[in-house]
């Protein structure tokens, strides 16, 4: 982000945008010179989790017709409006909290707060997906989304109190950022283990729509700043946060789990009957 930044600068964001473009595609290009298939293929172990995944597997209408499909796309919206949002509407808030060009020292690095800001939230938003994956594989989807969620909570609260502070705004927006980028790895995760993975492409892709449906929803913010302030704009952030994390948890948990199991249950009683009556 930096050196794009110094170079729009300097030379306009033509001149950048068509350097590091052209630079991107003769990395990929040189890259996949090496790419090999394997030279044989052995079968993958699967690991033992404690996740309620569904052994049945769900066409795209039958999904559609599923109330925990709907319940899940709509925490997506949530949770993807208020990231969107902040995403576009970070460097107005900076300029608006008159901390956009103060110097901000971290780490040995100082940089203007904004740039320090933009560069921070990629690198976070881009471990944190990875990184969140793992946690969900070990304590659950809906356990990590009630605690992502509620960071990006805490953290737009944090913004709302103190993001006047150069070095509070830069870290609250890192972290922030750090937990609103698993929506895009947890999501599809649950969306395999709760309809099946014959047909996930498909039916996650029906789930990603909500983030077409939640940039809908990104215009507001400005409508709402100009008329009550960002006050308000992070009040209705936090608000959004918290009700997707309590809505992961004490929602989507039970009914998914209800999902599974009642689905699975009359595939499983015949076969345990036929055993019975041999």
Excluded: C
Excluded at 210 to 231: D, I
Excluded at 248 to 262: S, T, Y
């Amino acid at each position: 982000m930096v050196p794009i930044a110094s170079m729009i600068a300097s030379s306009g964001y033509q001149s950048a945008f068509f350097t590091f473009g052209i630079g991107q595609g003769l990395i990929v290009f040189v890259l996949a010179i090496f790419l090999r298939p394997p030279t044989h293929a052995a079968p993958a172990r699967k690991k033992q989790l404690n996740l309620p995944q569904s052994k049945i597997d769900y066409t795209p209408p039958q999904v559609l017709r599923t109330p925990i499909f709907w319940i899940m796309y709509l925490v997506f919206v949530m949770v993807a409006s208020g990231g969107l949002m902040t995403a576009a509407q970070i460097a107005p808030i900076a300029h608006d909290f008159k901390i956009a060009n103060e110097p901000v020292t971290l780490a040995g690095f100082q940089m203007a707060a904004l740039t320090f800001a933009i560069s921070l939230d990629r690198i976070f938003d881009g471990f944190g997906r990875p990184v969140f994956g793992w946690i969900s594989d070990t304590i659950g989807r809906e356990h990590t989304m009630f605690i992502a969620f509620g960071t990006a909570a805490l953290m737009l609260l944090t913004l709302s109190n103190y993001g006047h502070n150069p070095i509070v705004f830069v870290l609250a927006t890192a972290v922030y950022f750090g937990v609103f980028g698993e929506i895009y790895s947890l999501f599809p995760a649950t969306s395999g283990d709760t309809f099946g993975s014959k047909y996930a492409a498909t039916n996650n892709g029906m789930l990603y729509t909500a983030k077409g449906t939640a940039s809908l929803l990104v215009p507001l913010a400005s409508l709402v700043s100009a008329k009550y302030g960002w006050q308000a704009v992070f009040v209705i952030g936090v608000a959004l946060n918290a009700t997707a994390a309590l809505l992961a948890l004490f929602v989507i948990k039970p009914l998914r789990r209800a999902f599974i199991l009642g689905k699975e249950a009359p595939v499983t009683k015949p076969a345990a009957q036929d055993v019975r009556t041999a």
